[in-house]
Nanobody, 116 residues
Framework: QVQFVESGGGLVQPGGSLTLSCAASGRSFNINIYTMGWYRQAPGKQRELVASITSGGRTNYSDSVKGRFTISRDNAKNTVYLQMNSLKPEDTAVYYC????????WGQGTQVTVSS
């Protein structure tokens, strides 16, 4: 059974940067064969996919984060990253990672708060 452990969140001022990490554990789950995604859920809103990366390294972003966020992966560490730049208050949410297709159980997520 896979477990996702997200980390790296925190409080940051508008315009600041954060890098999130998601470590996947579990003998049968190797991120290199999956399209992985970063999702976020803001208070009172549905969880949304904001960035994804295929096994081949092709990336895709939602319009709201395009040009500001960068998703990457380290297959050797079984870890997915999300570099977030030029953060805005509307980026405030709990961030999660998961497979895009055949999602597994959600981790606890990591809180990102953008506020002055």
């Amino acid at each position: 059974q896979v477990q996702f452990v997200e980390s790296g969140g925190g409080l940051v001022q508008p315009g600041g940067s954060l890098t999130l990490s998601c470590a996947a554990s579990g003998r049968s789950f190797n991120i290199n064969i999956y399209t992985m995604g970063w999702y976020r859920q803001a208070p009172g809103k549905q969880r949304e996919l904001v960035a994804s990366i295929t096994s081949g390294g092709r990336t895709n972003y939602s319009d709201s984060v395009k040009g500001r966020f960068t998703i990457s992966r380290d297959n050797a560490k079984n870890t997915v990253y999300l570099q977030m730049n030029s953060l805005k208050p509307e980026d405030t949410a709990v961030y999660y990672c998961n497979a895009v297709i055949n999602r597994r159980s959600w981790g606890q997520g990591t809180q990102v708060t953008v506020s002055s």
